[in-house]
């Protein structure tokens, strides 16, 4: 959808809880370095989420400058959130350095995967396994590695139409529920209480059960 650029050139995109773990106000702190410091007017954000911190963070653009170069769209309906997800150049995922953080698969890098959508996020444990080449990794903590991660893969199309075609793969071949689900399978046999079927945690599941013996 054109009409959510607003006449820039690039969208970054971000769906997302908007908590104090989600490091939103390292993003509006790279965003004021990219307008401010770099001044780059032709990329715009829309942030899709809504959570405890999303009216200290209207607050945090408008004091930091950037407030017309961000949009924050509060929660909406799957399909708007398909149409401005597709709407982007690159995705972004900002969490904060914390030990929950690195060892947590994030449902967003993933449907960013999905949608063959190039990422930039900080450089935690989970979120390099989970997106491989697919992703940027900035400096933990630091909004101006993160601000030129994004330039430079906003500036370099061809790298980021390989990464996002990377990950649209990844998803296809191994991410998706249908490899996914033997898996969990295998690792609910193991520490299925004694008594309880293979076969029944298989139809909570909905998938045949795996072949693992008892």
């Known amino acids: 959808d054109p009409a959510l650029r607003h006449g820039a050139k690039h969208l970054v995109g971000y769906v997302g809880v908007m908590g104090n773990q989600e490091g939103l106000s390292d993003l509006l702190r790279a965003v004021h370095a990219i307008v401010h410091i770099h001044g780059r007017r032709d990329i715009r954000f829309v942030l899709v989420g809504s959570g405890p911190e999303l009216p200290h963070l209207l607050k945090e653009a408008d004091e930091l400058g950037v407030g017309s170069f961000v949009d924050f769209t509060g929660r909406v309906s799957d399909e708007v959130l398909t149409r401005t997800l597709s709407s982007c150049d690159l995705c972004v995922n900002p969490d904060t350095p914390t030990q929950l953080n690195s060892l947590s698969s994030m449902n967003k890098i993933v449907e960013y995967m999905a949608l063959g959508k190039p990422i930039v996020q900080f450089d935690l444990h989970e979120g390099r396994v989970t997106a ?46 249908a490899h996914q689900v033997s898996e969990l399978l295998r690792c609910y046999a193991r520490v299925r209480p004694r008594g309880t079927s293979a076969r029944l945690i298989a139809e909570h599941v909905g998938s045949a059960p795996p072949a693992v013996p008892d």
């Open 132 to 177: 491989g080449a697919a992703s940027l990794y900035a400096t933990s903590g630091s909004s101006e590695d993160f601000a030129a991660k994004i330039m430079a893969l906003l500036d370099d199309p061809v790298r980021a139409g390989a990464m996002g075609e990377f990950g649209r793969r990844r998803v296809m071949d191994s991410l998706s529920w």
